[in-house]
């Protein structure tokens, strides 16, 4: 029997997954990303300086990182080396995002793939305090406030305006926490949402605005940094700013990983369904000041967690064989094609042939092989490569659920790697503010290199490549600049890592290979591939950029000196 889930909810953009299910267990998958890609070619011509103000528009969600990602690329071309003031915003940046993301994953996006509402409006509201207590310290933990929780929860069923939890798979056999677990987790639920509110202004104070924050320039950042401008990052903004991560790093640690540690009791079977294709990437990120990142690079195979290989951005390819783009050679993304082929039905359709062409979305692979990115790689690559806070998390959550290191290639295990890395980023946060607030004390205030910013100083032609481990996973742009223009411009995006579809040799994608085995207890409600799909986190919008067909102009901005 073929199952279609298209579109798949809960994510960022569109995707279309179709399973083919025997005996009750999905025996083949097909991952479909059924938008055109674009943004490379919208890049084409332009000043290089300005790609990043358009590559973190390929989506609402992951911003800054595509960004980061894009500057990065345009530096490593031009030779140019960022100040640490720079390094430090750039950092304390992307780890905001990390943080807020993952946390809306958890409750927001994959939430409903584990947690009942209806199950939580029978909850005894005392023993969802008793549960509550037994987690963590957290405040909000008496038979009262889980009492309003449910009286809240009751009268948003009873208005009949479910928005969107109507089309939930509510009462589904595959949910297996207890009531009262349920009920604790849609608290959370609804506590995360006026959290995330708060944690996000962080990107405002350093960026200006969230999403899209509009400080990142080539050479550094344009954020202000000036002890005596209350226009400009100084002591004041800073203090502010490390309250508001000791308040987030409270949330993570006493809700977001204990209720984590709640779900993977709740659903032992699940640290072994999902498994995938156990060849891990990690491009590597958050540089340290003593030349260290934070999250080392490095590939795994075949889910060995003894060794770590060495990443070689080089060995990475674009295939197009079953993608709707011309050309057929696996291409390194520095000499990427992206040219339009598209050979499917008529949009939108409900059969498609996936025996030929059957997605935008490419097929990178590294040294032909299929590999997986994301907070899995990220925390086996720091762990196999022995990184001390990575091992002490990793074998703290595993001791604690008396599972081996196995567990991990898992759809439970992508999970708790996503909450375990979360809480390392929260940790490291006020540090990082500890070191930009030393800068500042010692008259440091340098924010950017500007000595390569005028087009007249750069090489007739110059390429470079810019990685960053976004909350997803590995992200890398590669530039092409001549005679001072983008040349050419490619990016490889986590999803396309991670949703790709088969390659020349018939290799299926990261998550279409996870989907195999996974049970599926009823046809009309596939809950167990979403579980699946979303431990991964898709973002379709940033595996395939959105383009107007006609090249029309849309708008015009105008900047008036």
């Given at each position: 029997?073929?199952?279609?889930?298209?579109?798949?909810?809960?994510?960022?953009?569109?995707?279309?997954?179709?399973?083919?299910?025997?005996?009750?267990?999905?025996?083949?998958?097909?991952?479909?990303?059924?938008?055109?890609?674009?943004?490379?070619?919208?890049?084409?011509?332009?000043?290089?300086?300005?790609?990043?103000?358009?590559?973190?528009?390929?989506?609402?969600?992951?911003?800054?990182?595509?960004?980061?990602?894009?500057?990065?690329?345009?530096?490593?071309?031009?030779?140019?080396?960022?100040?640490?003031?720079?390094?430090?915003?750039?950092?304390?940046?992307?780890?905001?995002?990390?943080?807020?993301?993952?946390?809306?994953?958890?409750?927001?996006?994959?939430?409903?793939?584990?947690?009942?509402?209806?199950?939580?409006?029978?909850?005894?509201?005392?023993?969802?305090?008793?549960?509550?207590?037994?987690?963590?310290?957290?405040?909000?933990?008496?038979?009262?406030?889980?009492?309003?929780?449910?009286?809240?929860?009751?009268?948003?069923?009873?208005?009949?305006?479910?928005?969107?939890?109507?089309?939930?798979?509510?009462?589904?056999?595959?949910?297996?926490?207890?009531?009262?677990?349920?009920?604790?987790?849609?608290?959370?639920?609804?506590?995360?949402?006026?959290?995330?509110?708060?944690?996000?202004?962080?990107?405002?104070?350093?960026?200006?605005?969230?999403?899209h924050?509009?400080?990142?320039?080539?050479?550094?950042?344009?954020?202000?940094?000036?002890?005596?401008s209350?226009?400009?990052?100084?002591?004041?903004?800073?203090?502010?700013?490390?309250?508001?991560?000791?308040?987030?790093?409270?949330?993570?640690?006493?809700?977001?990983?204990?209720?984590l540690?709640?779900?993977?009791?709740?659903?032992?079977?699940?640290?072994?369904?999902?498994?995938?294709?156990?060849?891990?990437?990690?491009v590597?990120?958050?540089?340290?000041?003593?030349?260290?990142?934070?999250?080392?690079?490095?590939?795994?195979?075949?889910?060995?967690?003894?060794?770590?290989?060495?990443?070689d951005?080089?060995?990475?390819?674009?295939d197009?064989?079953?993608?709707?783009?011309?050309?057929?050679?696996?291409?390194?993304?520095?000499?990427?094609?992206?040219q339009?082929a598209?050979?499917?039905?008529?949009?939108?359709?409900?059969?498609?042939?996936?025996?030929?062409?059957?997605?935008?979305?490419?097929?990178?692979?590294?040294?032909?092989?299929?590999?997986?990115?994301?907070?899995?790689?990220?925390?086996?690559?720091?762990?196999?490569?022995?990184?001390?806070?990575?091992?002490?998390?990793?074998?703290?959550?595993?001791?604690?659920?008396?599972?081996?290191?196995?567990?991990?290639f898992?759809?439970?295990?992508?999970?708790?790697?996503?909450?375990?890395?979360?809480?390392?980023?929260?940790?490291?946060?006020?540090?990082?503010?500890?070191?930009?607030?030393?800068?500042?004390?010692?008259g440091?205030?340098?924010?950017?290199?500007?000595?390569?910013?005028?087009?007249?100083?750069?090489?007739?032609?110059?390429?470079?490549?810019?990685?960053?481990?976004?909350?997803?996973?590995?992200?890398?742009?590669?530039?092409?600049?001549?005679?001072?223009?983008?040349?050419?411009?490619?990016?490889?995006?986590?999803?396309?890592?991670?949703?790709?579809?088969?390659?020349?040799?018939?290799?299926?994608?990261?998550?279409?290979?996870?989907?195999?085995?996974?049970?599926?207890?009823?046809?009309?409600?596939?809950?167990?591939?979403?579980?699946?799909?979303?431990?991964f986190?898709?973002?379709?919008?940033?595996?395939?950029?959105?383009?107007?067909?006609?090249?029309?102009?849309?708008?015009?901005?105008?900047?008036?000196?």
């Amino acid at each position: 029997m073929k199952i279609v889930v298209d579109p798949v909810t809960r994510i960022e953009g569109h995707l279309r997954i179709e399973t083919q299910v025997d005996a009750g267990a999905v025996t083949d998958a097909w991952s479909t990303s059924p938008m055109f890609r674009g943004i490379e070619n919208v890049l084409v011509n332009r000043d290089p300086r300005d790609a990043w103000v358009f590559t973190q528009r390929i989506c609402g969600v992951c911003t800054t990182v595509s960004a980061l990602a894009s500057v990065r690329a345009v530096e490593n071309a031009l030779g140019i080396t960022i100040p640490d003031n720079a390094r430090i915003i750039r950092n304390l940046m992307e780890a905001a995002q990390y943080v807020h993301d993952h946390v809306v994953h958890l409750y927001h996006l994959h939430g409903p793939d584990w947690i009942d509402l209806t199950a939580a409006l029978t909850a005894d509201p005392a023993a969802a305090s008793s549960l509550q207590r037994s987690l963590s310290a957290w405040p909000n933990n008496s038979t009262e406030y889980f009492a309003a929780v449910k009286a809240k929860l009751q009268a948003f069923v009873d208005s009949g305006q479910l928005g969107l939890f109507a089309g939930g798979y509510w009462g589904h056999p595959a949910y297996d926490l207890s009531p009262e677990a349920s009920l604790v987790l849609m608290a959370h639920y609804l506590e995360a949402l006026d959290w995330q509110r708060e944690f996000v202004k962080i990107h405002a104070i350093l960026g200006g605005k969230n999403p899209h924050p509009q400080t990142y320039v080539v050479g550094g950042m344009a954020t202000a940094v000036d002890p005596t401008s209350s226009r400009a990052v100084n002591p004041t903004s800073v203090s502010r700013m490390k309250a508001i991560a000791a308040t987030i790093k409270t949330f993570v640690d006493q809700v977001y990983v204990p209720d984590l540690l709640l779900l993977a009791r709740s659903y032992p079977a699940w640290t072994s369904i999902g498994r995938g294709v156990g060849n891990l990437l990690c491009v590597g990120d958050f540089p340290e000041r003593d030349g260290t990142r934070l999250f080392p690079s490095g590939v795994i195979r075949n889910r060995s967690l003894g060794s770590v290989e060495t990443l070689d951005q080089s060995r990475i390819t674009e295939d197009i064989t079953r993608s709707w783009y011309t050309g057929a050679t696996p291409l390194h993304p520095a000499d990427g094609v992206t040219q339009v082929a598209y050979t499917g039905p008529t949009p939108p359709f409900e059969a498609l042939d996936t025996s030929g062409r059957y997605s935008y979305g490419k097929a990178p692979r590294y040294g032909g092989a299929v590999m997986e990115v994301g907070p899995l790689a990220r925390m086996a690559v720091a762990y196999a490569a022995n990184v001390t806070r990575a091992r002490q998390l990793v074998d703290g959550a595993l001791g604690t659920l008396g599972l081996g290191t196995d567990a991990l290639f898992s759809t439970v295990g992508r999970m708790l790697t996503r909450a375990l890395e979360t809480q390392w980023l929260a940790e490291r946060i006020s540090p990082w503010l500890d070191e930009l607030s030393a800068n500042i004390a010692a008259g440091n205030l340098t924010i950017a290199d500007t000595t390569k910013w005028q087009p007249s100083s750069w090489p007739a032609t110059a390429t470079g490549y810019g990685t960053t481990e976004a909350p997803r996973g590995a992200l890398g742009h590669w530039v092409r600049i001549s005679d001072q223009k983008i040349a050419n411009y490619q990016i490889v995006i986590p999803s396309t890592w991670n949703g790709s579809p088969r390659d020349v040799a018939g290799n299926r994608g990261a998550w279409e290979q996870a989907l195999l085995g996974v049970p599926v207890h009823d046809a009309e409600q596939p809950l167990e591939i979403l579980r699946v799909v979303h431990s991964f986190d898709p973002c379709m919008a940033c595996a395939v950029h959105v383009l107007d067909a006609e090249g029309a102009e849309v708008t015009e901005v105008t900047v008036v000196p």
